[in-house]
């Protein structure tokens, strides 16, 4: 069963960090882009990163920029956002999601197909 | 606030059809494919339309995506009560260098 699961979240203060894991099964993150999404609970999505499919290419939101850092671990099948400098407005359910891929091409831009339930990051 | 302007919300009744429209620019669905995604109350979301029109495995032929310019629509025909959801445009923004989401409409089903 292809599966996400995310991890790391907690409360944490204004200017502290946290990194979260986020663990695939039933499939290798190999060949396969990675987003970071966030979601304040009754409110819209908004995407925060991106690594492409090798880890060579990594984009992130004009928000979290600077202080966010998405990274992979083919040998662990997972995917990592480091999150520094964090602020109030940062607080948010953070999810993973693989990356589309359009028979055997899985662009960075492309969209997202499986995603997993989200850990909760609240800064205060 | 989101460069992808989309309703608040929309309604209909069983059967009936409903579009929603997504508004973008020249830098995003203007030089990009679209994605629609459907958010259920309380669950992840999944993904509709990819490259602006088609549907993934296991998506029901109801969800039909278009584009026109700077615009994209998803229509839902034959309108279900499993339908009621929040809908999510996106697609790639050149300008920002990042991936972007629309503001999203909720669907109710009277």
């Known amino acids: 069963q292809v599966q996400l699961v995310e991890s790391g979240g907690g409360v944490v203060q204004p200017g502290r960090s946290l990194r979260l894991s986020c663990v695939a099964s039933?499939?290798?993150?190999?060949?396969?882009?990675f987003h970071w999404v966030r979601q304040v609970p009754g409110k819209g999505l908004e995407w925060v990163a991106v690594?492409?499919?090798?880890?060579?290419?990594?984009y992130y939101a004009v928000s979290v920029k600077g202080r966010f850092t998405v990274s992979r671990d083919n040998s662990k099948n997972t995917v990592y956002l480091e999150m520094n400098s964090l602020r109030v407005e940062d607080t948010a359910v953070y999810s993973c999601?693989?990356?589309?891929?359009?028979?055997?091409?899985?662009?960075?831009?492309?969209?997202?197909?499986?995603w997993g339930q989200g850990t909760t990051v609240t800064v205060s | 606030q989101s460069v992808l302007t989309q309703p608040p919300s929309m309604s209909g009744t069983p059967g009936q059809r409903v579009t929603i429209s997504c508004s973008g620019s020249?830098?995003?669905?203007?030089?990009?494919?679209v994605n629609w995604y459907q958010q259920l109350p309380g669950t992840a979301p999944r993904l509709l339309i990819d490259?602006?029109?088609e549907r993934p495995s296991g998506i029901p032929d109801r969800f039909s995506g278009s584009k026109s310019g700077t615009s994209a629509s998803l229509a839902i025909s034959g309108l279900q009560s499993e339908d009621e959801a929040d809908y999510y445009c996106?697609?790639?923004?050149?300008?920002?260098?990042?991936?972007?989401f629309g503001t999203g409409t909720k669907v109710t089903v009277l």
């Open positions: 999601a693989r990356g589309y891929c359009r028979d055997t091409r899985c662009y960075y831009f492309y969209g997202m197909d499986v």
């Open positions: 039933g499939f290798t993150i190999n060949g396969f882009a």
């Open positions: 690594t492409s499919y090798d880890g060579s290419n990594k």
């Open positions: 020249i830098s995003n669905i203007g030089d990009n494919t």
């Open positions: 490259n602006d029109f």
């Open positions: 996106a697609t790639w923004d050149d300008s920002l260098n990042g991936y972007v």
